[in-house]
């Protein structure tokens, strides 16, 4: 189905085809529809499936055709539509969306966050607005003061509502009770729907329609490989395969902030230009990397899974899980970065033999096999390179137990 088969305005209809959009996606089928009527949704769908037009589009078109401020109206902090997103990133990259989709039209759209000056944001606020994005911390800030009214919303949207649960940020959706309109219209999008969501969609919505839409770990166009590889040798692997294949965007991620910290370094060491990507970095500095990423000055971003929900780069070429994930839905949303919009991607696994028992309980629950290999000159019993041997004592430690040990940076040959 086309997007010129749909009755959306005129303003709408060209700006949704200049953002390049032609053809529906399955969920975008199933939910314009029922969005553009009116329904309250619940919906299963996973990251990469095309739900931000989804319930954008509805929205906008709707409240493109409502009455527009009268002469004695002066603009106020009172949305009409509010979306409730679980990251920095998810609210940036919705706030762009929205702005595409709504080019031509008068609708005022506001993103608010943490980890930024929060009296901008008031001001913003206070100068009106008619689509709110924001983080639940943030939107509670805003709440607990005196001008923003969210007693005029039409639109609740909840996406990514899972990363939220997950995050901890459930009982404060809850407490949005008080502030909401009884009549309006609620969807919720979720890639899993855990008894906390189910309940969370319960409580939200009335008589909602559900869309449940098949995702999976082999949804889509991604080719998935597991490489065997010793632990302390993955950083070296990854460095010869974008090296060996002239890779100019990969997107790695590892658990934790310090061993993204420990991978950048050693990437840096064998000349292959990356940044870090984690919580802990400022806004500012993480908008940087991602931008440097995106725009090919860097070839490889490391980050931790505060970017596996929040990024949307276009036409990621290929994920690598560095290191497998704690839970399998971390796995889904990880390899979710690549393969976007029916384009092909790539999802490499890089596995130790400690970690092999994790690997098949990850398959397990996934109900996928995923292929191996062992790359050559990784084997098990293949001796280490010199890069390692100097370090070999100190690795032996207690205290150097890592999984990318440090080395020095090979002195320039003398001209």
Not at 25 to 32: A, D, F, G, N, S
Not at 157 to 170: K, Q, S, T, W
Not at 178 to 187: A, E, G, V
Not at 399 to 412: C, I, L, T
Request: hydrophobic content about 40%; aromatic content about 6%.
């Amino acid at each position: 189905m086309l997007f010129s088969e749909l009755s959306l305005p005129h303003p709408l209809l060209t700006a949704v085809t200049d953002y390049g959009y032609r053809q529906l996606t399955p969920v975008q089928q199933q939910v314009l529809p029922l969005a553009l009527a009116g329904h309250d949704l619940l919906v299963s769908a996973q990251t990469g499936s095309g739900k931000t037009a989804a319930f954008a589009l509805p929205i906008i078109a709707r409240l493109t055709v409502a009455e527009p401020l009268a002469a004695n109206e002066t603009p106020s902090a009172t949305p009409k539509a509010l979306i409730l997103t679980p990251t920095r990133e998810l609210a940036q990259q919705l706030a762009t969306h929205f702005t595409a989709f709504a080019l031509g039209s008068s609708l005022q759209i506001c993103a608010v966050y943490g980890g930024v000056n929060f009296r901008p944001q008031r001001q913003r606020l206070q100068q009106g607005v008619d689509i709110l994005i924001a983080t639940p911390g943030r939107l509670f800030d805003h709440l607990s003061q005196d001008y923003l009214n969210l007693s005029q919303l039409q639109f609740l949207v909840l996406d990514e509502a899972d990363r939220m649960l997950d995050m901890g940020f459930i009982k404060d959706i809850q407490r949005l009770h008080k502030w909401l309109p009884i009549k309006r219209q609620t969807m919720l999008f979720s890639a899993t729907f855990p008894p906390a969501i189910r309940q969370l969609g319960q409580q939200l919505t009335q008589q909602p329609q559900w869309v449940e839409l098949p995702h999976s770990a082999t949804q889509g166009h991604i080719r998935q490989q597991v490489l065997l590889v010793p632990k302390q040798r993955k950083a070296e692997l990854l460095a010869e395969l974008v090296g060996k294949h002239n890779w100019q965007q990969t997107l790695v991620f590892v658990n934790t902030k310090d061993a993204a910290s420990r991978l950048g370094q050693e990437l840096s060491l064998d000349g292959i230009s990356n940044q870090v990507f984690h919580g802990d970095l400022t806004q500012g500095a993480r908008n940087r990397a991602l931008a440097a990423f995106v725009d090919g000055q860097i070839r490889v971003l490391v980050a931790t899974d505060v970017a596996a929900r929040g990024l949307d780069i276009p036409a990621l070429p290929r994920v690598i899980n560095l290191e497998l994930p704690p839970e399998s839905d971390d796995y889904v949303h990880r390899i979710g970065r690549t393969g976007r919009a029916g384009m092909d991607g790539e999802a490499w696994s890089m596995v130790s033999p400690q970690e092999l028992p994790q690997l098949q309980q990850l398959q397990q629950q996934l109900k996928l096999t995923l292929p191996q290999q062992t790359p050559v000159g990784y084997e098990a019993t293949a001796p280490l390179p010199e890069r390692y041997r100097s370090t070999a004592k100190v690795a032996a430690t207690p205290r150097a137990k890592r999984a990318f040990p440090q080395r020095q940076r090979a002195k320039p040959a003398r001209r």
